[in-house]
């Protein structure tokens, strides 16, 4: 019964390090997608993908990396953290984007 | 301008009132519609999905109108269990389909 599993939950990280939010689901959905939640901003789309090998940019890209090389993994990338990306991020996934999404519990990120 | 807008509230009203949510948004081609319940602290989880004949489920309404280009949902008999921000969704055809949502509004029930 897992769905969509993000971690970690809570990270902490000094200005300039790199790290990696896990994504995985077991529902064998094509799409999966990141958004970050800030205070008044409400979700935006970061990095999203249809399917495995096939990703594109969202609303708010700059500073993040994405790959898809299967269909249940999806992780986001911050190469060079810094602390506008201090946020929630949640991940998730469904079979199109025009059905029901199954979002992850959130990571919380503090850049400090 | 974003692709989906909302009034952020917060909206205060008491139990057993009515109360409306709007949301525009701005790409004609948009095809799907939802409407997300988020709870502090919590994950979004889907509320309802929004279909152009209108669709209802117990004390929730939602409603689409095409032409132009927004979509609200009513709450009946207000429940302070109600009380989370309500965020709409919809799906974008620039470059693959890809679902955005707006920033959502904060709905407080109060005794």
């Known amino acids: 019964n897992a769905g969509v599993t993000q971690t970690p939950k809570f990270q902490v990280l000094k200005t300039g390090q790199s790290m990696t939010l896990q994504c995985a689901q077991d529902m064998n959905h094509e799409y999966m997608s990141w958004y970050r939640q800030d205070p008044g901003m409400g979700l935006r789309l970061i990095h999203y993908?249809?399917?495995?090998?096939?990703?594109d940019q969202g609303e708010v890209p700059n500073g993040y990396n994405v790959s898809r090389s299967t269909t249940e993994d999806f992780p986001l990338r911050l190469l060079s953290a810094a602390p506008s990306q201090t946020s929630v991020y949640f991940c998730?996934?469904?079979?199109?984007?025009?059905?029901?999404?199954?979002f992850g519990e959130g990571s919380w990120l503090t850049v400090v | 301008r974003k692709e989906v807008e909302q009034d952020p509230g917060p909206f205060n009203v008491p139990e057993g009132a009515t109360v409306a949510f709007n949301c525009t948004y701005s790409n004609s081609a948009s095809q799907s519609f939802f409407w997300y319940r988020q709870d502090c602290r919590k994950e979004p989880k889907l509320l309802m999905s929004v279909y152009s004949s209108g669709n209802e489920d117990g004390r929730f309404t939602a409603q689409l109108n095409r032409a132009s280009q927004y979509i609200s949902l009513l709450i009946r008999d207000s429940k302070l269990s109600d009380s989370a921000t309500y965020l709409c969704?919809?799906?974008?055809?620039?470059?693959?389909?890809?679902?955005?949502f707006g920033t959502g509004t904060r709905l407080l029930v109060s005794p």
């Open positions: 998730a996934s469904s079979s199109t984007p025009g059905n029901t999404i199954y």
């Open positions: 969704a919809v799906t974008l055809n620039t470059g693959f389909q890809k679902l955005v």
């Open positions: 993908s249809v399917g495995a090998g096939i990703t």
